[in-house]
Nanobody, 118 residues
Framework: QVQLVESGGGLVQAGGSLRLSCAAS????????MGWYRQAPGKERELVAI???????RYADSVKGRFTISRDNAKNTVYLQMNSLKSEDTAVYYC????????????WGQGTQVTVSS
């Protein structure tokens, strides 16, 4: 089992920055990839960024050049640095982890609210 705890959400003005953190605990050795998803009111959950255990990353087109995903293996923590925030980035952001050998993200955090005021 893996437990994920997000932090760092809040209210920010358009153009501002926030950094989200996701601390993993438990069977972290089984994690093959971690990612950030978000869900805005009335919309489906969507991928924001992922980072694999080998270090490769992938981003949604809507956040490329503005968001950066990174990790600190010693702390079992993944970060999402969000710059040049827009009102359309307002959503609940969820951290997720995918176990080795799985095709889906099988562990999820509780979510953290990010609100961007215009």
């Amino acid at each position: 089992q893996v437990q994920l705890v997000e932090s760092g959400g809040g209210l920010v003005q358009a153009g501002g920055s926030l950094r989200l953190s996701c601390a993993a605990s438990g069977s972290t050795f089984s994690i093959a990839a971690m990612g950030w998803y978000r869900q805005a009111p009335g919309k489906e959950r969507e991928l924001v960024a992922i980072i694999k255990s080998v270090g490769s990353t992938r981003y949604a087109d809507s956040v490329k050049g503005r968001f950066t995903i990174s990790r600190d293996n010693a702390k079992n923590t993944v970060y999402l640095q969000m710059n040049s925030l827009k009102s359309e980035d307002t959503a609940v952001y969820y951290c997720a982890a995918r176990s080795t050998g799985r095709d889906i993200y099988d562990y999820w955090g509780q979510g953290t609210q990010v609100t961007v005021s215009s």
